[in-house]
């Protein structure tokens, strides 16, 4: 069988809100440039994502240089944001997590706001390198994550969701397949491989650049969104709970933490190394 390649590469500027498909991008020790740096928090200083929010699937976040981001959605006028200055910090709760961060413009949380119906501020990361260390169950002393819900990157198959979806053509909820790949939100998509062959990897390289494969990923309510409409199904939990549980964790993709940096490429040679 030839050598797997890299498919696609996706990031998303703001945590939650659509992704953005590119033909290469610079990988840092926190995970790809430009990837979820920035969130929404509410009332609460607690992370907002699509969990909460689905219609957070139908706004985008377009980077620009120096790590400031574009947001747009249907029907609305563009509105350009730039990283906040240096200034006072809000502890923000993801998960078990508190995290430092900063507020952006006041403008870019009435957007966020009016389009969501409910208080929500955006926030950013202004130090990917200590802010936030990764779980030391699976991470190594120094090692950090940006906004992601707990790795630094994310990587999925296609062959393997070729197959899950053949599945879900198989259960009680055909209609709601085949999905895309984008219910998953990965960074990494691979091209290739053999069903679920991501399983047994311990450690790959794309293009130049090492990677640990730290755990499979367990999904959430967040899959069975529906990323252009932002209706809700059952699937693919449905099927995973069949055929991709471990104890209660329904798996598909594997997170990844960089063991270098670099820029990876769409095309790339994708090789198990460990």
């Known amino acids: 069988m030839s050598t797997p390649v890299l498919g696609a590469v996706r990031i998303h500027p703001v945590k939650s809100l659509a992704a953005c498909v590119t033909d290469e991008a610079a990988v840092e020790p926190w995970g790809l440039d430009g990837d979820r740096r920035w969130t929404l928090i509410d009332r ?15 706004l985008s976040a377009d980077p620009l240089p120096g790590g400031g981001v574009v947001l747009s959605a249907h029907g609305s006028a563009p509105l350009e944001v730039a990283v906040p200055g240096p200034g006072p910090t809000v502890v923000a709760t993801l998960f078990r997590n508190k995290i430092e961060v900063v507020e952006a413009d006041p403008a870019a949380h009435d957007w966020f706001t009016a389009r969501l119906g409910a208080e929500v501020r955006l926030v950013h990361l202004d130090e990917p390198s200590h802010r936030r260390p990764l779980d030391p169950e699976f991470g190594r ?52 491989t053999e069903p679920w062959a991501e399983d047994g ?25 529906d990323q252009r409409t932002a209706e809700r199904g059952r699937e693919p939990l449905r099927t995973l709970a069949r055929h991709r549980r471990t104890g209660k964790d329904l798996l598909f993709g594997q997170n990844l933490v960089p063991e270098g940096t670099g820029v990876i490429r769409v095309g790339d040679p994708v090789r198990v190394i460990g």
């Open 201 to 225: 990897w311990g450690r790959i390289s794309v293009g130049e650049v090492a990677f640990r494969v730290a755990k499979p990923c367990a999904r959430c309510v967040v899959t069975t969104t």
């Open 44 to 58: 609460d200083d607690r992370v907002v994502t699509q969990r909460q929010q689905p219609r957070m699937a139908l």
């Open 141 to 192: 002393p120094g090692e950090t994550v940006s906004f992601a819900d707990g790795f630094p990157l994310l990587l999925t198959a296609n062959a393997s969701l070729d197959a899950l979806n053949t599945l879900v053509a198989q259960g009680d909820r055909p209609e709601e397949g085949p999905l895309p790949m984008d219910r998953f939100r990965p960074n990494l998509v691979v091209d290739g």
